[in-house]
């Protein structure tokens, strides 16, 4: 029997009446970098996913707390055994080229997710996918796999459905074209993207409201233009000139002086991300552990968050949000202790040799603020570091490289508002610090296989242990976001992404 999910969902959910709204109008957001690329499937970078979850849709989605619920699926029936997952379509749901969405175009994008998706190790255990018929899609396990929906529902590389010819393609190689309740019109390099009202969509009739990245997405707006627009200034300059109508960050004395404004709403979003610090495992000096322990106790993560991000921080080493159900302190003892004596004695032990590291970091004011106080404490100790500052796009190609970085500075956000899972997968395989690391697929798939919620808990526990223990991956904190909008921008409400359906604008 399918699940009883999207009923619930809906019979829970009040009625906003949005469908009654006036539609059209056309919203500008500024973002504050490119998108690498409009292929979903195949990034994990956040410009990317403020931009695609607009185009497509998934058959799970993350519901205002993370959790799984039935998208373009209407829900899942599982065999006595685990291993079988039967999921039905919804009917009569369009892509934007007017072609009905079937089985087939699902079976074909969940192979090329399995095949290029940027985690496709979150379908590592699956046998086989299939069509039964042109509304239903089977999914064989090699083995129960607890996180099986929650996979479908990732959002970091969403698994997003395209129509059967483009899932043949190789990666970047698509027409933009999904089921969402906005099409793709246009890419101009360097400047914007451009989308749509898909006058063919229906919203989910599960659902009354708009919930997470599921739920109603009514598209209200006639259109919708992201800006790229790295430059902090000339952000608010557009606010404020009303060329734009919605910026994605402003900082702190920003925040303050507009939230006085009636022409303008402040929203505040805290947690929003980690700040990291990757390591490179890949190449010396930072392959090694003594070298990546002496890094460790050469911070001091206070002064890092204050100066990066003043106005709105958290100081916390766990690797999943503080109030999330499996948040865990295993490891944390250890977190924020600066002691240089210490890291002295731990970098002699590393027979690091005075050789220069390169510090990559994008252009974003936040991330160069840590990497210059990260430089000025490594250099107590006699670190030599090199920024080297890019723009996105070329961080992102050099930093998922093995070569051409020691430390890469940035956001973590979406996997730990996700769960557990999402947090470990990230770094299986290597694919993150570029050493593959044993005992995190060990670890990773255990959980995966794991039924028992408190048995799973445990197993991130360990993973956490291990992070910290082997220096991983450096957590120096959390921080939020300082969201604008024109007062005339309505029922916005800030979340992961900026979401702009079921939004409308005053004429």
């Known amino acids: 029997m399918l699940t009883a999910l999207a009923t619930a969902a809906a019979l829970s959910l009040p009625h906003t009446g949005l469908h009654a709204q006036t539609r059209g109008g056309s919203a500008v957001v500024a973002i504050t970098q490119a998108p690498p690329t409009l292929d979903a499937q195949v990034t994990t ?44 379509l ?34 590592s255990e699956v046998e086989s996918i299939a069509a039964k018929g042109p509304n239903d899609v089977v999914i064989k396990l090699k083995k129960p796999q607890a996180t099986l929906l929650d996979s479908l529902a990732t959002s970091t590389a969403p698994m997003a459905i395209y129509p059967a010819e483009e899932a043949a393609k190789d990666a970047n190689k698509i027409s933009f074209i999904g089921t969402g309740p906005y099409r793709f019109v246009e890419l101009a390099p360097d400047s914007h993207v451009k989308l749509e009202r898909f006058k063919d969509y229906v919203p989910n009739p599960h659902y009354t409201k708009r919930d997470g990245f599921g739920g109603r997405k009514d598209p209200i707006l006639d259109t919708v233009t992201f800006r790229f627009m790295p430059e902090a200034g000339a952000r608010v300059a557009a606010l404020q000139a009303g060329e734009v109508q919605l910026v994605e960050t402003v900082d702190g004395p920003t925040k303050k002086r507009l939230e006085t ?7 505040p979003l805290l947690p929003f ?13 930072t392959s090694n552990l003594a070298f990546r322990q002496a890094v460790v106790a050469a911070l001091d993560m206070e002064e890092i968050m204050s100066i990066s991000y003043p106005d709105i921080y958290q100081l916390d080493g766990g690797w999943l949000y503080p109030k999330a159900q499996d948040y865990s302190g295993a490891g944390l003892q250890a977190y924020n202790k600066p002691d240089l004596k210490k890291a002295q004695a731990l970098l002699a032990k590393s027979g690091y040799k005075g050789e220069k590291l390169t510090f990559l970091v994008d252009n ?5 603020d840590t990497a210059t106080v990260v430089q000025q404490r490594l250099a107590q100790i006699g670190v030599n570091v090199d920024i080297k500052v890019t723009d996105w796009p070329t961080a992102v190609k050099i930093g998922w490289s093995p070569q051409g970085w020691n430390l890469f500075a940035h956001g973590f956000g979406i996997q730990p508002f996700e769960g557990p899972g999402t947090v470990m997968s990230a770094w299986t395989g290597g694919q993150l610090h570029q050493k593959p690391d044993p005992e995190i697929d060990r670890l990773y798939t255990a959980f995966s296989g794991e039924m028992n919620p408190e048995k799973g808990k445990a197993l991130f526990a360990a993973f ?8 991983t991956v450096i957590k120096v904190g959390n921080y939020g976001v300082f969201q604008v909008s024109t007062a005339k921008l309505r029922n916005f409400e800030p979340y992961r992404i900026p979401r702009m359906w079921g939004v409308s604008l005053d004429k």
Do not use: C, W
């Open 261 to 267: 404004n009636p022409g303008f709403k402040v929203y």
């Open 45 to 88: 970078i956040q410009s990317a996913r403020n931009i695609t979850l607009h185009i497509y849709e998934t058959l799970y989605a993350r519901d205002q707390n993370g959790k799984a619920i039935p998208d373009l699926a209407e829900g899942a029936a599982v065999s006595p055994d685990g291993k079988t997952y039967t999921l039905a």
């Open 90 to 123: 919804r009917k009569g749901v369009k892509f934007h080229n007017g072609k009905v969405m079937t089985s087939a175009d699902v079976v074909a994008s969940l192979e090329r997710y399995r095949k290029i998706g940027a985690n496709a190790n979150l379908l």
């Open 364 to 368: 974003l004011r936040a991330n160069t």
């Open 273 to 285: 991300s980690f700040q990291i610090l990757k390591l490179n495992h890949a190449v010396a000096p």
């Open 464 to 471: 956490q242990q291990h992070v910290v223990d082997d220096v």
